[in-house]
T-cell receptor
Framework: GAVVSQHPSRVICKSGTSVKIECRSLDFQATTMFWYRQFPKQSLMLMATSNEGSKATYEQGVEKDKFLINHASLTLSTLTVTSAHPEDSSFYIC???????????????FGQGTRLTVV | SQQGEEDPQALSIQEGENATMNCSYKTSINNLQWYRQNSGRGLVHLILIRSNEREKHSGRLRVTLDTSKKSSSLLITASRAADTASYFCATVRSTLGRLYFGRGTQLTVWP
């Protein structure tokens, strides 16, 4: 299957700093990427939908100014956690779909996730 | 969860036994997908069933879908220790293709 690379896999940062997480589709183009957050032993919560060349669409309750999403190309989306707080500590996972298919009858490909710890 | 409920939340069985996990969802769907997640890792797609399908097979996996009850089940036959993981169902609701996940079932298969 297609490969999605997410980097870094782990990051520790101090409160108040910003952290950028990258998500790349390595062997396919993705007009749409999705960002999820997962708490320990819980489900994946969709945070936002990232569209290439346009603004991201955020789910209800997700702070746009805190979780900045940029989808500058068909193979790269970034999530920046700004002014990080300890409660932002979590597992963040990106997902991408193949371009060009008109219906969503396709699987999603996931990155390996980023474990963020804010101290 | 954003999508619905899965049960059981945890399932512990012996190798060779069958494992059945259930998923319920709340809204109309385009399709329903099952994913597997090893601890601390990303998700791997297992199988997709469309809203007009009732049953689908893939190797040792069997998925059913009942749109009238808004529920699905995943059966893993002849389980192996390597099947130990969390299993999530996810629904696609709109043309935007957003995937919403259930809470998942933690499956442990003992050798």
């Amino acid at each position: 299957g297609a490969v999605v690379s997410q980097h870094p896999s782990r990051v520790i940062c101090k409160s108040g700093t910003s952290v950028k997480i990258e998500c790349r589709s390595l062997d396919f183009q993705a007009t749409t990427m999705f960002w999820y957050r997962q708490f320990p032993k819980q489900s994946l919560m969709l945070m936002a939908t990232s569209n290439e060349g346009s603004k991201a669409t955020y789910e209800q309750g997700v702070e746009k100014d805190k979780f900045l999403i940029n989808h500058a190309s068909l193979t790269l989306s970034t999530l920046t956690v700004t002014s990080a707080h300890p409660e932002d500590s979590s597992f963040y996972i990106c997902s991408a779909r193949v371009v060009g298919l008109g219906v969503w009858d396709t699987e999603a490909f996931f990155g390996q996730g980023t474990r963020l710890t804010v101290v | 969860s954003q999508q619905g409920e899965e049960d059981p939340q945890a399932l512990s069985i012996q190798e060779g036994e069958n494992a059945t996990m259930n998923c319920s969802y709340k809204t109309s769907i385009n399709n329903l997908q099952w994913y597997r997640q090893n601890s601390g890792r990303g998700l791997v797609h297992l199988i997709l069933i469309r809203s007009n399908e009732r049953e689908k097979h893939s190797g040792r996996l069997r998925v059913t879908l009942d749109t009238s009850k808004k529920s699905s089940s995943l059966l893993i036959t002849a389980s192996r220790a390597a099947d130990t993981a969390s299993y999530f169902c996810a629904t696609v609701r709109s043309t935007l293709g957003r995937l919403y996940f259930g809470r998942g079932t933690q499956l442990t298969v003992w050798p």
